[in-house]
């Protein structure tokens, strides 16, 4: 009989083993402006294989734009999210950064996120190649920058801007 931490580590080998090696297009938001990115652990990894260090990004140049200009250069905003298809809710009075930067990694060596969290997005491993540095502007993703109504209502409406991702999804899926 296999028990829980035979059965979660077994499913973590799993999850390596699945490396995929095909060459993608990754986008890494960020509100700095620097040179080289460090490959880091993620706070709050859900289940990731072995807390990877690597350099965390997304498939869309849109959802990395909204991590660049929703994360505060200090990392000390919480009232804010960033859904799969690029739309970030925030607080009523969290600031939005005016300008952010999304690097553009093209990489065939990269780990998908956790089935339990998607958010934290594809760890890259090695040394990604860097292809282009963007600049983004807030002005520029208006129509993607939401604001919760409240503080008490942010999961709610957060949990529903996820949904309405998922029934998109689900339905592209049906479509094929």
């Known amino acids: 009989m296999i028990n829980k931490d035979t059965d979660k580590l077994a499913k973590n080998l799993v999850a390596i083993a699945t490396k995929t090696a095909s060459l993608k297009r ?8 620097i040179e080289r990115i460090e490959p880091k652990v993620p706070r709050k990894s859900g289940n990731f294989p072995g807390g ?3 350099i965390y990004t997304h498939p869309t140049l849109d ?9 505060d250069k200090e ?14 809710l925030a607080l009523p009075d969290m600031p939005i950064n005016d300008k952010g930067y999304v690097y553009e990694y093209e990489s065939d060596n990269y ?8 958010a934290i997005g594809y760890a890259l491993q090695g040394n990604p190649k ?10 520029d993703f208006q129509d993607r920058i939401l604001r919760a109504k409240s503080k008490e209502t942010f999961m709610d409406e957060f949990k529903d801007l996820l949904k309405e991702d ?7 899926e049906v479509a094929t």
């Open 166 to 172: 998922m029934d998109k999804k689900a339905e592209a």
């Open 26 to 33: 990754f986008y890494h938001g960020s509100p700095h402006d």
């Open 111 to 118: 780990v998908p996120p956790p089935d339990d969290h998607k």
């Open 52 to 54: 990877h260090t690597g």
């Open 75 to 88: 990392n000390k905003n919480r009232g804010w999210g960033v859904t799969a298809s690029g739309k970030l």
């Open 130 to 139: 860097l292809i282009k540095k963007h600049e983004v502007y807030s002005k």
């Open 63 to 71: 959802a990395a734009a909204m991590y660049a200009l929703g994360r």
